[in-house]
Each structure stands twice: as structure tokens, then as C-alpha cells.
């Protein structure tokens, strides 16, 4: 089984590139089944029920998040009832929306998606370890296939939580910093690792934003408005291939494809 997982989606430059690409690049790397983040879809802040259905439309099968999710409020009921997008699991009880979906391929293999979110140098949120694991555990009752998206800032948080779950997951896939890592490994016990599949937008940028106005902030220390940078526009991200009888990864890859439009 081939999963890719594309990194963060960011801005409408994100948006075109996934609109336009991402069709053929399932075909050509004969995908069986496609992830993406998307909470920073809506110019790079959130994401909003209009731009989660264009994107639906594209070939991605589940959407994961994070601390984003939040920041477009009308996304708020539309997490209740699209079971598509997920936010992290390990926030409190009561929160709309769920971290978990269980899917399947196009050749009908079912697919586990699980979203957690990080603590170190985010909010301190319910723990992603033991929550994880107790997940993991009961969605192994459906599939023996569980790729995990770990929202989180510290390296060594993420290296943690996939060594945690090793061999309890296929995958342990980080995002959150927008910075592809050169990482990528199967752990020991059979458990696919990388610690940030980066970002699909423009990459003459910082994170995602214009340099301009990023730059602003770190020297002015004044609040601006941010937006998405335009140039250098390519998809990043991870393809994993998965024993679909065993749920143990046999291969991790790095992609990052650089596309004009």
C-alpha cells in the first residue's frame, strides 16, 4: 500500500499547486491513498468549509491540523460534520471534531488516520503519548494500518512520540514547522519516521510568508499582516509503503517537486 502524505498546505499558492499537480502525481506515484494538512490553507491561517471542499475535490482522501484549525471560525461546526477533517485528538473533551478517521483505498484496504498535537512550545494540551497509544490500540480493531501526523514545534517531541509508537503505527509523520527534514528512517520494529514533511507553497519565502513582511516582525518587533509568499512553488511531503497485512512500513521517501504554474 503507497500513502502519500503532502506537507502543510499553505495559502492559495498551495492551493493552485494541489488543484493543478496533484491528480498526476497520484498517478505517477501509483497512490493508494493521500493525506494533506491543511491548516494553513486559508492564506496561511486556517482553513475555511469552501476551501476544505475545493481541496476535497482533488484527489486527497483525509485532511489532518493542528493549532491552525482554530483560527477561521466558521470551520467550527463544519469539523462536527465532515469526518474528513481532522483536528488533533489530544484536545480536551468537549471540542468539535475528532482526531481520528478510518478510510479506505481506491482497492478497498482500510486506512487509519490518527491527528496529535505536541506540548513543547504549544499549548499545554492533553498528552499526545499516552492518548495516542491508548488510539492506536483501539483502531487497531479496524486496520492493522494507523499513520499518525504529529503537530508539534520540539524535534524532540516529535523523535519521541516515534519511538513511542514504534511498531505500535506504520508511520509517524511530523508537520508543523514548514521545514522539510532530512530524517526519513523505518525504526526498529517497523515503524516509518520523519520529523517534518515541510510545506507546499512557495519556498522563497519564510515559512510560507513573504519575506518582506515576515522580516518586519523580527526587526520592528510591530504586529503586520502576513502573506503567502509567491515564488519558488513546490509540493512536499512523504510517500510511505505499508504491508497492508501487517500495518509495518517497508519504505519512507522524501518528496519535494518544484512545479511552475
Not at 483560527?71 to 485528538?89: E, M, N, S, T, V
Request: charged share 25%; net charge neutral; glycine share 10%.
Amino acid at each position: 500500500m503507497r500513502i502519500f502524505f503532502i506537507g502543510d498546505i499553505f495559502g492559495r499558492p498551495g492551493r493552485r499547486l494541489i488543484e493543478a499537480k496533484l491528480p498526476d502525481l497520484l498517478r505517477e506515484y501509483e497512490i493508494d491513498f493521500c493525506i494533506a494538512n491543511i491548516e494553513n490553507a486559508a492564506a496561511g491561517f486556517g482553513i475555511t468549509p469552501k476551501i476544505a471542499d475545493e481541496l476535497l475535490q482533488t484527489g486527497i482522501d483525509v485532511f489532518t491540523s493542528g493549532n491552525h484549525i482554530w483560527d477561521k471560525r466558521p470551520i467550527i461546526p463544519y469539523l462536527a460534520g465532515q469526518p474528513r477533517l481532522l483536528r488533533p485528538h489530544n484536545y480536551p473533551r468537549g471540542v468539535p471534531g475528532t482526531g481520528i478517521y478510518i478510510g479506505q483505498t481506491r482497492k478497498g484496504e482500510r486506512v487509519g488516520v490518527l491527528n496529535l498535537q505536541g506540548r513543547i512550545f504549544m499549548s499545554p494540551i492533553d498528552c499526545p503519548f499516552t492518548i495516542g497509544l491508548a488510539v492506536a490500540e483501539e483502531m487497531k480493531k479496524e486496520t492493522p494500518v494507523i499513520v499518525v501526523d504529529f503537530h508539534a514545534e520540539a524535534t524532540s517531541e516529535k523523535q519521541g512520540l516515534g519511538w513511542y509508537m514504534d511498531g505500535r503505527v506504520s508511520a509517524v509523520v511530523g508537520t508543523h514547522t514548514h521545514v522539510l527534514t532530512a530524517d526519513e528512517r523505518l525504526l526498529p520494529r517497523g515503524t516509518a519516521y520523519i520529523t517534518d514533511i515541510g510545506m507546499t507553497g512557495a519556498h522563497d519565502s519564510i515559512i510560507g510568508s513573504e519575506p518582506r513582511l515576515a522580516l518586519e516582525r523580527f526587526l520592528l518587533q510591530t504586529p503586520n499582516r502576513l502573506e503567502p509568499g509567491s515564488d519558488n512553488l513546490r509540493i512536499t511531503g512523504a510517500l510511505v509503503d505499508i504491508d497492508a497485512s501487517t500495518g509495518h512500513a517497508r519504505s519512507i521517501e522524501r518528496v519535494n517537486r518544484p512545479f511552475k504554474l
